[in-house]
């Protein structure tokens, strides 16, 4: 989970409030992310931070579970485009293209099916959370959310162990397994820079679409030409 350094300054740069008191409530050993997972526990917690906090507080609440959450599958979106790096012996800059893209829709995706639990089927806390994951889109900061969970070391380290266990089955040397486990090292710190660049992240993403419509245009005259050749 991210840092509750991390999670202060989100909650001072999206609502203008932390709590540690709130962090100590959700991550309290006994209950750990309990009120993501137990509507009763959710109501209970977010009635004592509103009671405490207002609705500053109840924002703060669910911001924490969103930024859980958003690395959880950071975790799994960081991995796959690492793997795809390291074994594909790419450039992480020519690979971004469609990851990046893809960044805004994996927050929102937040909002639908298992993502958010307990959170999205309580009325209150799901009006909380479409409102802060909006806002984060709307205000561009998807981006630099995600360079500041890839940036601390626990979750690095997540990273390189899956990455590591990757290679234990499938590198093909001692030699070959430093060599790759050493570009993934450079390459999540090369990825957490490039998030800093928006120049660089709207051309790829822009370079992207361009391709994606080429091919569909070209897969399009394919099959023309092949309807028209029979």
Not at 45 to 61: H, P
Not at 73 to 97: H, P
Not at 156 to 172: F, G, H, P, Q, Y
Request: charged fraction near 35%.
């Amino acid at each position: 989970m991210p840092s509750w350094r991390l999670h202060a300054k989100w909650g001072d740069l999206v609502i203008g409030f932390h709590s540690k008191e709130i962090d100590e409530v959700i991550d309290r050993r006994e209950s750990h992310d309990a009120g993501r997972y137990e509507i009763d526990v959710l109501k209970t917690q977010l009635a004592t931070v509103s009671s405490r906090f207002g609705v500053k507080g109840e924002l703060y609440y669910v911001l924490h579970h969103i930024l859980d959450r958003f690395e959880d599958r950071l975790e799994s979106e960081v991995t796959k485009l690492i793997e795809d790096v390291v074994y594909g012996d790419y450039d992480i800059r020519d690979r971004l293209g469609d990851w990046l893209f893809s960044l805004p829709h994996i927050l929102k995706g937040l909002l639908s099916g298992e993502g958010l639990g307990a959170i999205m089927t309580y009325e209150r806390s799901r009006k909380l959370a479409q409102e802060l994951i909006n806002s984060i889109i709307e205000r561009k900061l998807v981006y630099t959310l995600a360079h500041d969970i890839i940036v601390e070391n626990s979750f690095k380290e997540k990273i390189l162990r899956n990455i590591e266990m990757s290679l234990t089955w499938r590198a093909r040397s001692h030699d070959d397994f430093n060599r790759k486990l050493s570009k993934a090292r450079e390459s999540i710190n090369e990825l957490a820079q490039l998030l800093l660049d928006p120049n660089f992240i709207e051309r790829s993403i822009s370079e992207s679409r361009v391709r994606k419509l080429y091919e569909e245009v070209k897969n399009l005259m394919d099959k023309i030409n092949e309807r028209l050749d029979s």
